[in-house]
């Protein structure tokens, strides 16, 4: 195929626009690969979402928009042809330009690129003069820009497409360990997890930064916990949180209790979200171990994550899922992740 400079065909383009607004016309060639490939789906799109989720941890964290957004494609196992800003803007042949984002798809404004979030709240994910962060499109800086343009990525046939990269499959955290993908295969059986029933808290007499600080860190074993396991599974409750605030701690004698506050909170059962965002004000008990500490006790059948976890988690299982739809449509767990972690997703 013979490439034309970026340059002259954003001005075909912006004359195109001008009259009638006509929009972008496929080429030939464009047509014919159309043919034999296909949009990506919505879950598809959660997958891109969650491998954007790690892209900080991705060698090109600190480049450009659009080498990040092009490795966070890699990342997610959709390979296609390194393009800048401006060609991505014009079209290129392994996106098609859509009206409708879906999350994962490109935003494009002439000389910027970013992975759409949440089409209904206008949020993207891109690297800014801020470092990479989620924005909104809303916002008097990327209004100054124009609308911008949103595309999709085409897929190839199942005989060439590329696989979703053990990276992409890696369980949320930050640990040195070899990422382990969750355990995907059909089953209904419930499963439990070892979740620690207590923590223990070093001091005399708790106050509640130290009690905050204990609960995190059973928050954050929690979430190792459910690395390699499938939470469409789990037979506990999964309370999913927006924030923690210990408000204050009473104690008396071997025996107390810390007020907690969560909000936002969602619950999870079995992956599904039975509950609308609300907040709640908790006590959770405290015993005296001895003179020198205290155990602070944990629900049995429940499990808690912060929101960003939670959001990791799914999106990775999602992954791992993604690449098995078949011509049929997404399985029914991958509808039910994808509609969970829409869910999450609407703040």
Known sequence: MVRVPAVELARAQDARQSVG??????????????????LLTPDEG?????????????????????????AIYEQAGFRYRYADSSELYVGIEEFRQVSKPQPGDIAVWRGHAAIVINPAQHSFFG??????????????????????????????????????????????????????????????VSTPISLPLAMTIRAARPQPQQVYETLS???????????????????????????VEVKNVHVKG?????EVKMDGISSLVKGRATQKKRSEQQRWTLTRRDADSWEVALPAQTAYLSHDV??????????????????????????????????????
């Open 21 to 38: 607004k006509r929009p972008i016309e496929a080429s030939p060639q464009l047509a014919q690969k159309t043919t034999s490939s296909r």
């Open 127 to 188: 690297a800014t003069t801020r470092g990479l962060r989620v924005e909104s499109y809303d916002l008097g800086y990327w209004k100054q820009r124009g609308t911008p343009r949103f595309f999709r990525y085409l897929k190839p046939p199942a005989s060439t497409s590329a696989t979703i990269t053990r990276a992409a499959l890696a369980a949320p955290g930050d640990s040195d360990d070899p990422p382990t993908a969750a355990p995907l295969s059909p089953s209904t």
């Open 310 to 347: 939670a959001v990791r988690l799914l999106a990775h299982q999602l992954a791992a899922l993604a690449d098995r739809t078949s011509e049929d449509g997404p399985s029914p767990d991958q509808a039910q992740l994808a509609r969970t972690l829409n869910l999450l997703l609407e703040k």
């Open 46 to 70: 959660l997958a891109i979402l969650g491998a954007a989720l790690d892209a900080r941890h991705l060698p090109q964290a600190n480049g450009d928009c659009s080498h990040v957004v092009h």
């Open 217 to 243: 860190q059973a928050f954050d074993e929690t979430g190792k916990a459910l690395r390699a396991q499938d939470v469409l599974k789990l037979s506990q409750t999964l309370i999913v949180f927006d924030r």
């Open 254 to 258: 071997n025996q107390g209790w810390a």
